[in-house]
Nanobody, 125 residues
């Protein structure tokens, strides 16, 4: 059974940085793309970034390009999200996710089938 556990969230000030981590287990991590989503109250969950199996390709939503970086360490079965220049509007619950199949298009939200429990990020102004 696929399990994803996020960590690294917290309360920060605008302009600060945070690094989120997601530890995966239950299947061969390196065979699947990974992604980060977020959801705030009253809003739909949105795909922020994705990374292909092997890490050779990445995807970013326009509103995080240049500020967020996704990376993976297959030896550690972990995916990361480095978030810089945080803004109050980045406040949300952040989730990592992995795709249904190893050939899934990680740029599409519907490709993701397994989710972690989330980690809260709060950015004060």
């Amino acid at each position: 059974q696929v399990q994803l556990v996020e960590s690294g969230g917290g309360l920060v000030q605008a302009g600060d940085s945070l690094r989120l981590s997601c530890a995966a287990s239950g299947r061969t991590f390196s065979n699947y793309a990974m992604g980060w989503f977020r959801q705030s109250p009253g809003k739909e969950r949105e795909l922020l970034a994705g990374i292909s199996r092997g890490g050779g390709e990445t995807f970013y939503a326009d509103f995080v390009k240049g500020r967020f970086t996704i990376s993976r360490d297959d030896a550690a079965n972990t995916v990361y999200l480095q978030m810089n220049s945080l803004k109050p509007e980045d406040t949300a619950n952040y989730y990592c996710a992995t795709t249904s199949f190893n050939f899934s298009n990680f740029r599409l939200p519907r490709a993701y089938a397994y989710w972690g429990q989330g980690t809260q990020v709060t950015v004060s102004s």
